[in-house]
């Protein structure tokens, strides 16, 4: 009967494992909001869905167990497997539904970063294969009807992305409980938000990015709404919605004209369309004018930055820091995909356009950073300083198109996707320190707050300064690595004016970040200071920050192999 | 039968494997920190008297090289090497750290987190010298940034925190300018940053212009040389004793370091067009220098400005491009080294006792302190280049040398010459002379360990000063070869530029 079924039905090959990062965190999203809505009945829920997730291993394990090649009973093993663990979790945590929901999204994050690695070793042409074994790239396919693209791009942007969820979580376990802000819906909307992320890392097709697009911001607007009694946190998600909304929908206007203009919303078929295509300059111009404006407002870039300072000082610090360190490496991903992949024969004419918007990201960053007080705002100003940074590597492609500029388009591609990870812990660290510091205060964190904290705290404080050396690009922290592999690659690309303007820029920073050393550790106690009593409950989140730390160091003493991975990772799907 | 050990990451190393071993202990318990620090430092010094000795003299190139793959990814790699420009410089670095341990043997504030900065710091100067790969110079240059802002800005003055950022912003700006023209280099050279085989590049004259000036803001900085020194006195000014021995005694020397390492071989034909400026500058930087030192009131900003001026005079050696000078100014690095670090030490011992450095609370200073004053006495001697000191016998081939490239300078420098006699000595007269008053009256002389300090540093002044050849034998050849090969690139380059123009007259 089933050969009739095939015969009859020829159904298409549909890749789950192309999926399988987004899948996890969605499939964990779920049921985290299941057992979170559960209450009372939390451990009959999970027993059933538990059941229901074994009873599907075991009809996959079964169908395929005769196919010697194929990988799914292996797979099936492992997610029934998974199903036994959150059995097993809720068991245990059943009255404690944050503590659940915490370590379930952690496990969610930390399968997806296994998954994702899965992906990034299956070669044979399975999923990624090595395209050329001299230069050992990543291989690029796409996937279900070319929706969705298995490349380097992709998958190193989901590496940032689920590192990014699995340091948040500790560390603003504890922030959350104090200022009385841990509802359950928290972790459900951190994996949605993640989901987004990497769905948009790895859209091939317009319509996907506007729905990734679209997936990742509704969780992070409720997400900056999360302290439902501090009307900064109200402002923010309102102001984050209305500007996103507004972006999102001229957004979806550019890919309108470009689907007008080519009858395609395929990202690499559009890319050739629009280079060959005989349609009226203007409208292509206008097309690709929309689509920079929604991307330069996702990650970030003067002059549509204004929403970045109100929404990452409003919005709760650690949701804070896994936006400002994620939202920046899948939107700059999508970005890098559009525009550096298909739109590279377009470049005469979007490259001034993209210098100008990083030359004005980099200095207006850093010099409206310098007249903050708030440490929350100056952080804010400088990730738009360091997104005019990874903004560099974007026009880093091509010499004036001479021979050899794949190559080179490879090394900045490359290198924006190490900065993006790299910043990750960075920024993800010195927003978790401000947090441990901020829940002390209860109040948001201005620069003489921390006076004198050096000594009072000095674990935390030497994590923040470590993270601000870094932050600096200080050589032996990660931060310097990020830096060398953008400058050098837009060195090689004759990008030097570029260069110059980010050595000013990073001079200007250096100024604000060393004020915040020098306030934790040159000046002494004041009494707003004192008032950072401490509160114990700190071990999770300090274990949080010193992996952050750990990594910070290492990336930038040995970042030989991650920069190598980096380096293989310039590859587009067509 | 020292074959195996690789003594230069050696060097690097002891001092950072001190810091972590500082890290793991008990910051309460001052005694074994002092003690680990003294310890770690003195182990350096010995490993690099080691390296004196094994040293060979007579030899240009570099010697007891290592070098192993670091980040082959980027072409970048471990690479240490020594020459003559370096070996005085490393072993001068070895000397005074152990010395600067003992000088802060009653440091009680947060005394881990001062000698874990101090062992990152030494770590950080050594590999500066030593690292042949120019991003791996570039780290240690940077990372040498951090600990010497701590010490300026956590263990400083009342003042501590401009300091502290003024001194960082300064160097940081010209450490990027730097990066930027290291990362052109190594494009050209195929993506590699070995120093070698970025010295075999062919320049154009406008690369060479351009990348001259990235390097040379980055040294001019550090030197510091006018008019790029103003962060220098605020930054010796609010250091702590500590500190401004080390910035003095051997950072600043990086700046000098530099100009022989890179400026001058990497871009000869940049270096025969703005030699007659910078040489000018270093004139200014001589006579502005003790001009200002001169209506200084407080005794370490006197100082500080006299190494604006000493230094001016190191910066004239070398773009003199002649051998004698240049070796003289390699000599006169470590000169100035002893010297200044022994006024720096003194100052603070002193500072110690009264919390005051104004000159004129001070009066009759010989009379009450006899020890102080005559350990005061003699390093102001050296400083002003009394002959059978050691200041003597750096600055005079300075002179000498330069005179015969570029007499004017020459003869402009002399006048520095002079006024360093006039206002060190009058500060002294000052101080030192006349009836027993202010400070004067209740301070103390200087104890045991205090003596056991600046002497090794006052001995040492004596000996050189009576006997450098030790130090020539091993500077000359390595700086012989830099200038010779600089004046041969220089001579084809004019000459080419005069077959050109030849070539266009007779058209």
């Given at each position: 009967?089933?050969?009739?079924?095939?015969q009859?039905?020829?159904?298409?090959?549909?890749?789950?494992?192309?999926?399988?990062?987004?899948?996890?965190?969605?499939?964990?999203?779920?049921?985290a909001?299941?057992?979170?809505?559960?209450?009372k009945?939390?451990?009959q829920?999970?027993?059933?869905?538990?059941?229901?997730?074994?009873?599907?291993?075991?009809?996959?394990?079964?169908?395929?167990?005769?196919?010697?090649?194929s990988?799914v009973?292996?797979?099936?093993?492992?997610?029934?497997?998974?199903?036994?663990?959150?059995?097993?979790?809720?068991?245990?945590?059943?009255?404690?539904?944050?503590?659940?929901?915490?370590?379930?999204?952690?496990?969610?994050?930390?399968?997806?970063?296994?998954?994702?690695?899965?992906?990034?070793?299956v070669?044979?042409?399975?999923?990624?294969?090595?395209?050329?074994?001299?230069?050992?790239?990543?291989?690029?396919?796409?996937?279900?009807?070319?929706?969705?693209?298995?490349?380097?791009?992709?998958?190193?942007?989901?590496?940032?992305?689920?590192i990014?969820?699995?340091?948040?979580?500790?560390?603003?376990?504890?922030?959350?409980?104090?200022?009385?802000?841990?509802r359950?819906?928290?972790?459900?909307?951190?994996?949605?938000?993640?989901?987004?992320?990497?769905?948009?890392?790895?859209s091939?097709?317009?319509?996907?990015?506007?729905?990734?697009?679209?997936?990742?911001?509704?969780?992070?607007?409720?997400?900056?709404?999360?302290?439902?009694?501090?009307?900064?946190?109200?402002?923010?998600a309102?102001?984050?919605?209305?500007?996103?909304?507004?972006?999102?929908?001229?957004?979806?206007?550019?890919?309108?004209?470009?689907?007008?203009?080519?009858?395609?919303?395929?990202?690499?078929?559009?890319?050739?369309?629009?280079?060959?295509?005989?349609?009226?300059?203007?409208?292509?111009?206008?097309?690709?004018?929309?689509?920079?404006?929604?991307?330069?407002?996702?990650t970030?870039?003067?002059?549509?930055?204004?929403?970045?300072?109100?929404?990452?000082?409003?919005?709760?610090?650690?949701?804070?820091?896994?936006?400002?360190?994620?939202?920046?490496?899948?939107?700059?991903?999508?970005?890098?995909?559009?525009?550096?992949?298909?739109?590279a024969?377009?470049?005469?004419?979007?490259?001034?356009?993209?210098?100008?918007?990083?030359?004005?990201?980099?200095?207006?960053?850093?010099?409206?950073?310098?007249?903050?007080?708030?440490?929350?705002?100056?952080?804010?100003?400088?990730?738009?300083?360091?997104?005019?940074?990874?903004?560099?590597?974007?026009?880093?492609?091509?010499?004036?198109?001479?021979?050899?500029?794949?190559?080179?388009?490879?090394?900045?591609?490359?290198?924006?996707?190490?900065?993006?990870?790299?910043?990750?812990?960075?920024?993800?660290?010195?927003?978790?320190?401000?947090?441990?510091?901020?829940?002390?205060?209860?109040?948001?964190?201005?620069?003489?707050?921390?006076?004198?904290?050096?000594?009072?705290?000095?674990?935390?404080?030497?994590?923040?300064?470590?993270?601000?050396?870094?932050?600096?690009?200080?050589?032996?922290?990660?931060?310097?690595?990020?830096?060398?592999?953008v400058?050098?690659?837009?060195i090689?690309?004759?990008?030097?004016?570029?260069?110059?303007?980010?050595?000013?820029?990073?001079?200007?920073?250096?100024?604000?970040?060393?004020?915040?050393?020098?306030?934790?550790?040159?000046?002494?106690?004041?009494?707003?200071?004192?008032?950072?009593?401490?509160?114990?409950?700190?071990?999770?989140?300090?274990?949080?920050?010193?992996?952050?730390?750990?990594?910070?160091?290492?990336?930038?003493?040995?970042?030989?192999?991650?920069?190598?991975?980096?380096?293989?990772?310039?590859?587009?799907?067509? | 039968?020292?074959?195996?050990?690789?003594?230069?990451?050696?060097l690097?190393?002891?001092?950072?494997?001190?810091?972590?071993?500082?890290a793991?202990?008990?910051r309460?318990?001052?005694?074994?920190?002092?003690?680990?620090?003294?310890?770690?430092?003195?182990?350096?010094?010995?490993?690099?008297l080691?390296?004196?000795?094994?040293?060979?003299?007579?030899?240009?190139?570099?010697q007891?090289?290592?070098?192993?793959?670091?980040?082959?990814?980027?072409?970048?790699?471990?690479?240490?090497?020594?020459?003559?420009?370096?070996?005085?410089?490393?072993?001068?670095?070895?000397l005074?750290?152990?010395?600067?341990?003992?000088?802060?043997?009653?440091?009680r504030?947060?005394?881990?987190?001062?000698?874990?900065?101090?062992?990152?710091?030494?770590?950080?100067?050594?590999?500066?010298?030593?690292?042949?790969?120019?991003?791996?110079?570039?780290?240690?240059?940077?990372?040498?940034?951090?600990?010497?802002?701590?010490?300026?800005?956590?263990?400083?003055?009342?003042?501590?925190?401009?300091?502290?950022?003024?001194?960082?912003?300064?160097?940081?700006?010209?450490?990027?300018?730097m990066?930027?023209?290291?990362?052109?280099?190594?494009?050209?050279?195929?993506?590699?940053?070995?120093?070698?085989?970025?010295?075999a590049?062919?320049?154009?004259?406008?690369?060479?212009?351009?990348?001259?000036?990235a390097?040379?803001?980055?040294?001019?900085?550090k030197?510091p040389?006018?008019?790029?020194?103003?962060?220098?006195?605020?930054?010796?000014?609010?250091?702590p004793?500590?500190?401004?021995?080390?910035?003095?005694?051997?950072?600043?020397?990086?700046?000098?370091?530099?100009?022989?390492?890179?400026?001058?071989?990497?871009?000869?034909?940049?270096?025969d067009?703005?030699?007659?400026?910078?040489?000018?500058?270093?004139?200014?930087?001589v006579?502005?220098?003790?001009?200002?030192?001169?209506?200084?009131?407080?005794?370490?900003?006197?100082?500080?400005?006299?190494?604006?001026?000493h230094?001016?005079?190191?910066?004239?050696?070398?773009?003199?491009l002649?051998?004698?000078?240049?070796?003289?100014?390699?000599?006169?690095?470590?000169?100035?080294?002893?010297?200044?670090g022994?006024?720096?030490?003194?100052?603070?011992?002193?500072?110690?006792?009264?919390?005051?450095?104004?000159?004129?609370?001070?009066?009759?200073?010989?009379?009450?302190?006899?020890?102080?004053?005559?350990?005061?006495?003699?390093?102001?001697?050296?400083s002003?280049?009394?002959?059978?000191?050691?200041?003597?016998?750096?600055?005079?081939?300075?002179?000498?040398?330069?005179?015969?490239?570029?007499?004017?300078?020459?003869?402009?420098?002399?006048?520095?010459?002079i006024?360093?006699?006039?206002?060190?000595?009058?500060?002294?007269q000052?101080?030192?002379?006349?009836?027993?008053g202010?400070?004067?009256?209740?301070m103390?002389?200087?104890?045991?360990?205090?003596?056991a300090?600046?002497?090794?540093?006052?001995?040492?002044?004596?000996?050189?000063?009576?006997?450098?050849?030790?130090?020539?034998?091993?500077?000359?050849?390595?700086?012989?070869?830099?200038i010779?090969?600089?004046?041969?690139?220089?001579?084809?380059a004019?000459?080419?530029?005069?077959?050109?123009?030849?070539?266009?007259?007779?058209?």
């Amino acid at each position: 009967m089933s050969i009739i079924l095939a015969q009859v039905l020829t159904i298409p090959d549909f890749p789950w494992a192309a999926l399988s990062p987004e899948l996890v965190l969605f499939g964990v999203g779920i049921l985290a909001l299941l057992l979170d809505t559960a209450g009372k009945d939390r451990l009959q829920v999970s027993f059933l869905a538990g059941g229901v997730i074994l009873a599907g291993c075991g009809i996959a394990f079964w169908q395929n167990s005769a196919d010697t090649d194929s990988q799914v009973p292996l797979l099936a093993g492992l997610i029934a497997l998974g199903a036994v663990l959150q059995f097993a979790l809720t068991g245990l945590w059943k009255d404690r539904p944050k503590t659940l929901g915490a370590i379930l999204a952690f496990a969610g994050f930390a399968a997806a970063l296994g998954v994702s690695i899965w992906q990034w070793t299956v070669y044979d042409g399975q999923l990624v294969s090595v395209a050329d074994p001299e230069q050992a790239y990543v291989g690029a396919q796409s996937f279900l009807g070319g929706m969705v693209a298995m490349d380097g791009v992709a998958l190193f942007t989901r590496f940032s992305v689920a590192i990014a969820g699995m340091i948040s979580i500790p560390v603003g376990f504890a922030y959350m409980e104090e200022r009385q802000i841990h509802r359950g819906e928290y972790y459900p909307l951190l994996l949605f938000a993640a989901t987004g992320m990497t769905l948009l890392a790895s859209s091939n097709d317009l319509i996907m990015v506007f729905i990734a697009v679209e997936i990742l911001s509704l969780a992070l607007y409720v997400m900056s709404a999360l302290a439902k009694r501090d009307l900064n946190s109200q402002e923010s998600a309102i102001k984050y919605f209305l500007l996103g909304a507004f972006s999102s929908a001229i957004l979806l206007y550019g890919i309108a004209l470009v689907y007008g203009i080519t009858g395609s919303t395929n990202i690499p078929e559009m890319g050739v369309a629009l280079a060959s295509v005989t349609a009226p300059t203007g409208l292509v111009i206008a097309a690709m004018v929309m689509m920079l404006v929604g991307f330069a407002f996702k990650t970030g870039l003067v002059p549509f930055h204004f929403w970045t300072p109100d929404v990452y000082q409003g919005a709760p610090t650690p949701v804070t820091g896994f936006m400002a360190a994620a939202t920046k490496a899948a939107a700059f991903a999508a970005f890098i995909r559009v525009f550096v992949g298909a739109l590279a024969p377009l470049q005469l004419t979007w490259a001034p356009v993209v210098i100008g918007m990083a030359v004005i990201t980099m200095l207006g960053g850093a010099v409206l950073a310098v007249v903050q007080t708030d440490v929350k705002r100056i952080l804010a100003y400088s990730a738009v300083a360091h997104a005019g940074y990874v903004a560099i590597g974007l026009v880093s492609i091509n010499p004036g198109g001479g021979v050899g500029s794949v190559d080179v388009g490879r090394e900045a591609v490359g290198a924006m996707l190490l900065y993006l990870l790299i910043y990750t812990f960075m920024s993800i660290g010195s927003f978790g320190v401000v947090s441990l510091f901020e829940r002390r205060l209860k109040k948001s964190l201005t620069v003489d707050d921390l006076r004198g904290l050096g000594r009072r705290y000095p674990a935390p404080s030497l994590a923040m300064g470590l993270f601000l050396v870094s932050l600096a690009g200080i050589p032996g922290t990660a931060g310097f690595t990020a830096k060398f592999a953008v400058f050098r690659s837009a060195i090689e690309a004759g990008q030097y004016g570029l260069v110059g303007v980010a050595v000013v820029s990073s001079v200007i920073a250096g100024f604000f970040y060393l004020r915040i050393i020098a306030s934790m550790f040159v000046e002494v106690e004041s009494a707003e200071s004192a008032l950072i009593a401490d509160t114990g409950r700190t071990t999770t989140a300090m274990v949080g920050l010193g992996v952050a730390a750990a990594a910070v160091v290492v990336l930038g003493v040995l970042p030989g192999t991650l920069v190598g991975l980096a380096q293989q990772a310039g590859t587009f799907a067509s | 039968m020292l074959g195996d050990i690789p003594l230069l990451s050696l060097l690097i190393g002891l001092p950072a494997v001190a810091a972590v071993v500082l890290a793991l202990i008990d910051r309460d318990d001052t005694a074994l920190l002092r003690n680990v620090a003294l310890l770690g430092t003195g182990v350096t010094f010995l490993a690099t008297l080691v390296l004196f000795a094994d040293f060979q003299t007579g030899v240009a190139g570099f010697q007891l090289t290592e070098s192993v793959e670091w980040i082959p990814e980027w072409g970048i790699t471990y690479k240490l090497g020594v020459d003559g420009i370096s070996l005085l410089l490393v072993v001068l670095t070895g000397l005074i750290f152990p010395l600067v341990v003992l000088a802060a043997w009653e440091q009680r504030d947060r005394a881990k987190g001062f000698f874990t900065a101090l062992m990152v710091l030494e770590s950080a100067l050594i590999g500066v010298f030593l690292g042949l790969d120019l991003i791996l110079f570039y780290v240690f240059f940077e990372v040498m940034l951090v600990p010497m802002y701590a010490l300026i800005g956590v263990w400083g003055g009342d003042n501590r925190r401009y300091a502290s950022i003024k001194f960082f912003l300064y160097t940081l700006v010209g450490g990027l300018l730097m990066l930027l023209a290291i990362l052109y280099l190594s494009v050209q050279a195929g993506g590699t940053f070995d120093y070698d085989a970025i010295l075999a590049l062919d320049l154009s004259r406008t690369e060479q212009i351009w990348l001259f000036w990235a390097f040379f803001v980055a040294f001019a900085v550090k030197l510091p040389l006018f008019p790029l020194h103003t962060w220098l006195p605020d930054a010796h000014t609010e250091a702590p004793t500590v500190g401004s021995v080390v910035l003095a005694a051997v950072m600043l020397k990086i700046g000098g370091y530099g100009f022989l390492r890179f400026n001058l071989p990497l871009f000869p034909e940049a270096v025969d067009l703005y030699a007659g400026p910078i040489l000018a500058a270093g004139v200014i930087g001589v006579l502005y220098g003790a001009l200002v030192a001169m209506v200084q009131k407080d005794l370490k900003r006197l100082v500080a400005y006299s190494s604006v001026a000493h230094l001016g005079f190191i910066a004239i050696g070398i773009f003199a491009l002649q051998p004698i000078a240049a070796g003289g100014a390699v000599v006169q690095m470590v000169n100035h080294g002893l010297t200044t670090g022994t006024l720096f030490l003194l100052i603070g011992f002193m500072y110690d006792r009264t919390h005051d450095r104004e000159i004129a609370s001070y009066s009759g200073l010989m009379k009450a302190t006899p020890i102080f004053g005559g350990l005061f006495l003699m390093a102001t001697m050296s400083s002003i280049a009394l002959p059978g000191l050691n200041g003597f016998v750096g600055e005079f081939p300075i002179l000498i040398g330069t005179y015969q490239t570029t007499p004017w300078a020459a003869i402009a420098a002399a006048f520095g010459v002079i006024l360093a006699a006039l206002y060190l000595l009058w500060a002294y007269q000052r101080m030192f002379h006349g009836p027993v008053g202010g400070h004067a009256e209740t301070m103390t002389d200087l104890n045991a360990r205090e003596i056991a300090v600046v002497a090794p540093l006052l001995v040492l002044m004596l000996v050189i000063g009576l006997y450098p050849k030790p130090l020539y034998d091993r500077v000359t050849p390595s700086v012989e070869q830099v200038i010779t090969q600089v004046d041969a690139d220089i001579a084809a380059a004019r000459s080419a530029a005069g077959d050109t123009t030849a070539s266009t007259d007779s058209e």
